[in-house]
């Protein structure tokens, strides 16, 4: 589904490099991307959807061939949605219309069909009944569920997701986290970066574990936390697992 | 007098859309990717905001019609209508150069976040800007824009200088023609204020009705 051979990209000032990067993610996996912050991880899902460029290798998505002049970028970001970091719907539009936009403008969907869709996503997020609000009107939470809704209005193949839930009060991570899994377990092909541990071990296949714009490790979920290879990767999960201080709390409970 | 207002009036709404178009271009070309055309579009907007808005009335009534060749100047000299033409020229290009720095804080107050997730759902780059960019910067740059074209408003009384026969200058004919110059300069004043007042009220009131979404703005640009 998604293939990166050898890519690379140079430091520019806006974004850190990337280095021999070679990953294979088949449809319907998920994956989980991690490891400090300045490690490359967003480059690393940006270039997919040639958000930032690479400047040696090659990326295939969905049979589409990244370095090909001729490849249709429209075509590629609509089967690529993507969730940011960043709390970003349009404020000027309300939840169903941020929604509409995307697939009336890029698809040639009726208003009529755009808006059930949009209903039917709402719903979906379990925001039905904020059809009417602004971004201003909802909470974090929920503005990031809308987000997903919007970037599934596009009916991708892909779902990317940077850190969704790293700008949100932590009472608000698990409402996102629901709707992912949820999505993760329809099928989706999903790219996550997160730090989200419990998240990775319930739904990821495979954890790659990047730093310094290479990835390090990559691995199946349980293994990589309870055994991870490589030193970096070590001393990453054990500084952000806490472990000891996870296990005196809630003694086994994931 | 009513010629007065009506003259005024006339360049005002013109020189509100001559200068709203100009100062877009400048600020397209300001933010552009070509380095001469952000160089051209700064020179631009250093020069006519550092020089003040008569002096390029004057410009353009007395000395513009001599940079052109011979015939087309002595043309534009003998037009009966020409002050009016140099006025909108003259207003144009100087309010031009602060309308096209407003644009532009408008569009960078706008987090690129938005427009990266415009380009992540497929929208083009019209698209991006009709859909998502424009309408938040027009809610952002409302208020400034607003007090411009009010000064723009009360800038064109500076046109009785080249013989422009506008509202301030017809008063200025009324007190020397007639020595009425109390009541002639009063309906000028109220009209001025009335005029200015208004402005200001349409565009609070504007402010208003967008109101949900700047401040659902400032809340995204928090993050």
Not at chain 1, 2 to 19: E, M, R, T, Y
């Amino acid at each position: 589904m998604i293939k990166f051979i050898n890519v690379n990209k140079k430091f520019s000032d806006a974004c850190i490099p990337l280095k021999n990067i070679n990953l294979e993610i088949s449809r319907g996996e998920v994956v989980v991307i991690c490891g400090p912050s300045g490690a490359g991880k967003s480059t690393l899902i940006r270039v997919i959807n040639k958000l930032e460029t690479i400047d040696s290798g090659e990326i295939i998505v969905d049979g589409m061939h990244l370095s090909d002049p001729k490849t249709n970028l429209t075509a590629l970001r609509a089967e690529t949605g993507m969730v940011f970091q960043q709390l970003n719907l349009y404020p000027h539009k309300t939840a169903l219309k941020n929604i509409m936009l995307a697939p009336m403008k890029v698809r040639k969907l009726p208003m009529k069909e755009a808006e059930e869709k949009a209903m039917k996503l709402l719903e979906k997020v379990g925001l039905a009944h904020k059809y009417n609000s602004y971004p201003s009107q909802l909470s974090g939470g929920e503005q990031q569920r809308v987000a997903i809704a919007r970037s599934l209005a596009m009916e991708p193949k892909i779902m990317l997701f940077d850190e969704p839930t790293s700008a949100l009060d932590p009472e608000l991570i698990n409402e996102v986290l629901d709707v992912m899994i949820s999505l993760a377990e329809e099928g989706m092909t999903m790219i996550v970066v997160t730090h989200e541990m419990a998240f990775a071990q319930r739904v990821a296949s495979r954890v790659v574990f990047m730093d310094f714009g290479e990835i390090l490790e990559i691995g199946k979920t349980p293994d990589i936390f309870v055994d991870p290879q490589h030193y970096r990767t070590k001393e990453f999960m054990s500084n952000i697992l806490h472990a000891p201080v996870f296990c005196y709390n809630e003694p086994q409970k994931k | 007098m009513v010629t007065g207002v009506k003259i005024t009036l006339l360049l005002l709404v013109v020189t509100s859309i001559t200068s709203l178009c100009l100062g877009t271009v400048i600020a397209i070309m300001r933010m552009s990717r070509i380095r001469t055309l952000r160089f051209f579009g700064k020179l631009y907007v250093e020069i006519f905001r550092n020089i003040p808005g008569l002096f390029w009335l004057l410009f353009f009534y007395f000395v513009f019609p001599e940079l052109l060749p011979y015939g087309l100047g002595n043309k534009l000299n003998a037009y009966e209508n020409y002050p009016i033409v140099a006025a909108i020229m003259g207003l144009t290009v100087d309010n031009a150069s602060y309308v096209s720095d407003i644009l532009r804080s408008g569009r960078l107050a706008i987090p690129d976040s938005q427009r990266e997730v415009a380009i992540s759902t497929g929208l083009n780059r019209v698209q991006q800007y009709l859909h998502v960019l424009l309408p938040q910067m027009f809610r952002a740059i409302l208020p400034p824009l607003g007090t411009r074209m009010v000064h723009n408003f009360k800038n064109t009384s500076l046109c009785m200088a080249i013989t422009v026969p506008e509202l301030t200058w017809a008063t200025q004919q009324i007190e020397s023609l007639t020595f009425r110059g109390l009541e002639a300069t009063t309906i000028a004043t109220v009209f001025y204020i009335a005029l200015s007042l208004f402005m200001v009220a349409v565009i609070i009131m504007l402010e208003k009705y967008y109101k949900i979404s700047i401040s659902s703005m400032t809340q995204a640009k928090g993050r």
